[in-house]
């Protein structure tokens, strides 16, 4: 049996806040007195509740009256002033792609940018390499360019003959 009057009381809610009805950590929780102590209220629990802590600065030391005015005004839909976020933030871990699928990825950039070139495709190998240098803003190392020309090649997307390129898109 929880033997402290605040967690005596939060058992007694169910594990509740007393007014807005959201579950309430032990860590988040207060002591309401119902008349404040200020006003001779009793530490008892029948003139205590457990609640957001945040409610109870709300309260503070109003009287019963003003209490059951705020609480009113809600209408039903008592909502505590904001708790910390509820929702844990999600975890930011992205995912970066493997060596493999990054060089895939890479190889289908390039085959839809050289598709929508068109006619205006690269005539020359050395034009080709500053082309797709080019899509990734010039920051591929000179090996990852090889390796992206290669891919090209073996996937039959051209076709090298001396300088001359050819394409099959
Ligand atoms: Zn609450």
Redesign the pocket.
Same mark, same amino acid.
Do not use: G, I, S
């Given at each position: 049996m929880p033997t402290k009057p605040l967690e005596r009381l939060i058992f007694a809610q169910g594990g509740l $806040? !007393? !007014? $807005?009805?959201?579950p309430?950590p032990i860590g988040e929780a207060s002591v309401e007195h119902l008349v404040a102590s200020a006003k001779g209220g009793d530490s008892n629990l029948e003139n205590c509740v457990a $609640?957001?802590k945040?409610?109870n600065t709300l309260l503070g030391s109003m009287s019963l009256k003003q209490k059951f005015q705020v609480v009113l005004n809600q209408r039903g839909e !008592?909502? $505590?002033p904001a708790?910390k976020a509820k929702v844990p933030a999600p975890k930011t871990s992205v995912k970066l792609p493997t060596v493999a699928q990054a060089k895939s990825e890479r190889l289908k950039l390039v085959v839809d940018k050289l598709r929508e070139r068109g006619d205006l495709r690269p005539k020359k190998l050395t034009s080709l390499r500053n082309f797709i240098a080019t899509q990734f803003g010039n920051k591929l190392t000179d090996k990852e360019l090889d390796a992206l020309l290669n891919g090209l090649q073996s996937a039959g997307t051209i076709a090298i003959d001396g300088t001359k390129l050819t394409y099959d898109l």
């Open positions: $806040c !007393f !007014f $807005c009805d959201e309430l $609640c957001c945040t409610v !008592f909502k $505590c708790r």
